[in-house]
């Protein structure tokens, strides 16, 4: 189910919300955790039981890794930490075997398949689950802050079921700690204040994406149906640049409306994006740009590895690995894992040069982030190789082919969008939402959003371009 749905807005949410807040305290986190599965079931109707038995298997898993026999003291404390490592190990190799299986296995095994000439390893074919990366990110960063002593208790399971499937950030995240909700999970007091502000942010983000994501990505569409090897430069680079806005309000809209239901619920979740388009490096960006999938793999996977603690070699194979399970975490295939290493020879050349210089810049550093941005985002965009290729190609003034969409169509596409990639580029920068956060309380910013909301609802009725980009990784 889309937040920026019809059922969603008018059906799922308005009931739901009803029963949250006239049911007793102490049954919330049941109703919404029934709330939450029915909401992936109506997308997932199968995925659901997947979901559940994952849920089910980490928490006997954990409840493990707590349990205390009756064992002499001599031997309690060794025995202890055995069965520690090994409930973690177990939940670690449950968890990533199973986001293997059903995202990663055909994208091996084809590839695998085609070096070797034959076929050595049937394909499955298998469906992939909505938020299957972010739920697993989840239930392992839990464990691992278990074994690491953060988490000092073992959670019931309604906690643990509800921490873990709460559907603000279920299929899309923010990806979300248990200690950033833990005190939210034992109780939680419901004002009408939050109420309200949770319920403008939800609005706020539904304007990002259906008034922007959607229809500045009409352009990107409209750009690759002409064909990728055949563009001149100026339209292939603007091309780049509306999916560079599409996916940027696409998933901070949806970030957006995750931290607006949140509130409503009495919860905080966490913020995911700051004006990442406004940075002066790179490395900045991605300091800005899905900060919860970078803390993330900073702090279970950069850290352990020893981090930047060690030598100059080692750094650079710790952010070796970094960015190609980057990459390779929002999709199967070899585009992405381009993707992710494209960024681990940025950063490395940053991490070893200019990078600091560049963010003690005010203009360079921008013009130098927002030129290199949009070529990451080609390549994170286009999964065939060779189109890839083509439409890099036309962006450098390389043209496979003969020049068919030239000058005068540039002309026509910024007739027809320059207002809205006006509106994109003014958005992208902090000034709106610093005026927002201002102001919010205002009449004229109700206004303001009451109208944002129904013009979303009249784009929803009728537009056909409403797709959720991250629904996929």
């Given amino acids: 189910m889309l937040f920026s749905s019809v059922e969603f807005l008018f059906r799922f949410l308005p009931v739901f919300m009803i029963l949250y807040l006239i049911i007793p305290a102490k049954y919330r986190n049941i109703v919404l955790l029934v709330g939450s599965l029915i909401f992936y079931g109506v997308g997932e109707p199968y995925f659901v039981l997947l979901l559940i038995f994952s849920i089910a298997v980490n928490f006997c898993l954990n409840r493990y890794m707590f349990w205390e ?6 031997n309690r404390v060794q025995r202890r930490e055995r069965r520690r490592k090994t409930a973690l190990i177990l939940s670690l190799l449950f ?91 034992k109780s939680r007091r419901m004002r009408i204040r939050n109420l309200e502000n949770g319920l403008k942010l939800f609005t706020l983000g539904l304007g990002f994406k259906v008034l922007l994501a959607n229809q500045i990505g009409t352009l990107w569409n409209t750009i690759m149906s002409a064909g990728a090897g055949e563009l001149h430069p100026a339209v292939a680079w603007l091309g780049a640049a509306a999916y560079s806005f599409q996916i940027y309000f696409d998933f901070w809209g949806y970030s957006v409306m995750a931290m607006g239901l949140g509130k409503m619920l009495g919860f905080r979740i966490p913020q995911n994006f700051d004006s990442p388009y406004a940075s002066r490096s790179v490395s900045e960006f991605w300091r800005r740009w899905h ?40 999709g199967a295939d070899w585009n992405f894992v381009l993707w992710g290493l494209l960024f681990f020879v940025i950063l490395t050349i940053e991490k070893n040069s200019y990078g600091k210089r560049l963010e003690q810049t005010k203009v360079i550093g921008r013009l130098y982030t927002l030129a290199i941005i949009p070529i990451t985002w080609v390549v994170f965009a286009i ?39 006006t509106v994109c580029i003014l958005f992208a920068t ?22 944002i909301f129904w013009f979303s609802v009249r784009e929803i009725m009728v537009g056909s371009n409403n797709p959720f980009l991250y629904f996929r990784f």
Avoid at 69 to 74: A, F, G, M, N
Wanted: glycine content about 8%.
């Fill in 95 to 185: 968890d990533f075997c199973m986001l293997f299986l059903f995202k990663y296995w055909d994208f091996a095994a084809s590839s695998i398949n085609h070096l070797a000439g034959k076929e050595l390893i049937p394909l499955l074919a298998l469906a992939l689950p909505l938020g299957i990366s972010f739920y697993t990110f989840q239930m392992v960063s839990y464990q691992v802050d278990c074994y690491r002593g953060l988490i000092r208790k073992p959670v019931c399971f309604v906690s643990f079921a509800s921490y873990v499937s709460m559907f603000p950030q279920l299929i899309a995240g923010p990806i979300v700690r248990y200690d950033e909700v833990a005190d939210r999970m």
């Fill in 430 to 451: 902090p000034f709106p939402i610093r005026w927002y956060h201002k102001w919010k309380d205002r009449w004229f910013v109700v206004v303001m959003l009451v109208a």
């Fill in 291 to 330: 900060i919860t999938l970078g803390r993330w793999f900073r702090e279970y996977v950069y850290f352990p590895l020893g981090g930047s603690r060690k030598s100059r070699v080692r750094t650079v194979c710790n952010l070796f690995i970094v960015w190609a399970l980057t990459g390779l975490w929002h």
């Fill in 383 to 421: 999964t065939d190789i060779r189109q890839l290729g083509a439409y890099l190609g036309n962006m450098f003034g390389i043209q496979q082919t003969g020049v068919m969409v030239g000058i005068p169509q540039l002309l026509r596409y910024l007739q027809e969008y320059g207002i809205l990639l």
């Fill in 69 to 74: 026999p009756k064992t002499p003291i001599q």
